[in-house]
């Protein structure tokens, strides 16, 4: 038995139901935490844009003319009116308030507000849109809202080549699916952290590849996970065990055997697979439901072939994450009881004692 797994035992319950735990989650994981939000992708053009809701802030992602993505939050510098409200869209020229018509250009800077020239005092350099960190890395945009961007590149160090061979920032979506799960995030990570439960719940992945083959390369911190190795009659793990599409170009004979599944505290999955990478973007929405934003990422060449068809990744992977959202909700419900006691990990549980260890000494810091 792996040595963090001995003697520990699951979170208490007031982690996965108490309004003060959500609060200091709040403040001590997602406001100073990199927050995926989307794909690079999503937003082609110049002018493209989309809305992300992270506790009950808005935030306005947009490519600018210079190619560039800025984050700002939704909110105008005249009287604080939600300057967007479609969900995504695209913007001609300026980000204009349906209020009083002030007109930031897309760095956010404030290029008209009618009527406001002789007012003493008024300078429109003083009144940018308020703008948090956003980097675009392996093709995913991440946001934090307490930290610069310059500080991503320490942050993600450890990960920030790993998945260079699958080339993930030519990726693009084949196919989205948004699931709302009422369970807390962290039961979903805990979920997505193990295979003790896969024999059971997923019988399907039976014949593809079994827990005894998996390890994992990043064993605790921020980062988790590792390979998976396939059963010597399958390609990839899609419905009837063959490639979507062809292996992706960089990939190693081993890697051609494996397939990947990380986890990147505190929103983010990313599992690699020979022939696509499959991604759940976690939202947490409150202690008890979380967003999961899933999707089947491959090169946009791939897609464009004529016989190309994602079914048998999309329709494997969606029984299992259903499967595993109905097992998390089950979970979800469970530990609110008056009657759950934080229960004994198993060995093949180590990443989710990892996954605490980090949750916690987080959840210390100021
Ligand atoms: S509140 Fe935006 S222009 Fe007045
Ligand atoms: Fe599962």
Redesign the pocket.
Known sequence: MPRTAMGARTLPGEYFTSPTVYDQETSRIFLPGWICTGRASDIPEPGDFFLHELDGESFLIIRSESGQINCFYNV??????R?QHEKCGHLKSRIQ??????GYDMEGKLKS?PNMMGTPGFCTSDHSLQAIACVVWQGFILINQQRPAEDFKNDFRDILHRFDPWELDRLVSAHEIIYDVAANWKIIFQNYSECYHCSLVHPQLRPITSVETASNDFQQGHFLGGPMILAEDHESITADGKRCGQPLAQLSETDLRRVYFYTLFPSLFISPHPDYVLTHRIERVNSESTRIVCNWLFPADTLQQTNFDASSAVEFWDLTNRQDWEICELTQLGVQSRAYRPGPYSGLESMLVAFDQHYLSTMKDD
């Open positions: 105008c510098r005249h009287r604080g009116t300057l308030c349906p209020y009083h018509a002030w507000a």
